[in-house]
């Protein structure tokens, strides 16, 4: 298996601009998140997933992001409109569902708003 | 407050040392706690994953402990090797949604 794959792997975006980072986790996996990983604030989980439902977004800083899985293979977390404090890496991770099962985590998108 | 704390912030050791990095929680209620090694640029690789019954964890040269009771975790390290230069996070899970990270402790292996 590739792992999770995420991409893009880098965005550099202007400031108002939309910005949809895709994530598609490991076969059989029935729970993804969706993750921010900042110099201030270090990781912070966004939302998460269980069998394509999202089961909580309080993690989701503004209205301005969202995300959806439309199938147990595709997943979007979408900026819209982008602002500079946006700037983070964004990571993906999936795991099964149903006790502390381990998480594997995507390669992270680094996305700049300018 | 929810919180994860680990200490020290940064830490430059020797190759072939030994190394203890600690983590206190104050997470209520509690599921499970989990060591994660970041290397520079990727994602974080999961290498314990502690219940509230189980004190103790090894994983190759990683080795975590939990006392559930005063809420520290430690993440031993033998033998350090250049490959163990990384960020250690720390995390507590007190549910499926409830995820709290640690700021992460900075290892440095000097040869």
């Known amino acids: 298996d590739a792992g999770v794959i995420q991409s893009p792997r880098h965005e550099v975006t202007e400031m108002g601009q939309e910005v949809t980072l895709r994530c598609k986790p490991i076969s059989g996996h029935n729970s993804l998140f969706w993750y921010r990983q900042t110099m201030m604030r270090g990781l912070e989980l966004l939302i998460y997933?269980?069998?394509?439902?999202?089961?909580?977004d309080s993690g989701m800083p503004e209205d301005r992001f969202s995300a959806k899985m439309p199938n147990a293979s595709f997943s979007t977390l979408k900026i819209q409109p982008s602002e500079p404090r946006d700037s983070a890496v964004y990571f993906c991770a999936s795991s099964l569902a149903g006790g502390p099962h381990e998480q594997f985590f995507g390669p992270g998108t680094r996305l700049t708003v300018l | 407050k929810n919180q994860v704390e680990q200490s020290p912030q940064s830490l430059i050791i020797l190759e072939g040392k030994n190394c203890t990095l600690q983590?206190?929680?104050?997470?209520?209620?509690?599921?499970?706690l989990r060591w994660y090694k970041q290397d520079t640029g990727r994602g974080p690789v999961s290498l314990t994953i502690?219940?509230?019954?189980?004190n103790t964890k090894s994983n190759g040269r990683y080795t975590a402990t939990l006392d559930a009771d005063t809420k520290q975790s430690s993440l031993h390290i033998t033998a350090s090797q250049l490959s163990d230069s990384a960020s250690y996070i720390c995390?507590?899970?007190?549910?499926?949604?409830?995820?709290?990270f640690g700021s992460g402790t900075r290892l440095s292996i000097r040869p």
């Open positions: 502690m219940t509230f019954s189980e």
């Open positions: 983590c206190n929680y104050t997470v209520s209620p509690f599921s499970n």
């Open positions: 995390v507590v899970m007190g549910s499926a949604s409830k995820i709290i």
């Open positions: 997933f269980n069998n394509n439902v999202p089961i909580d």
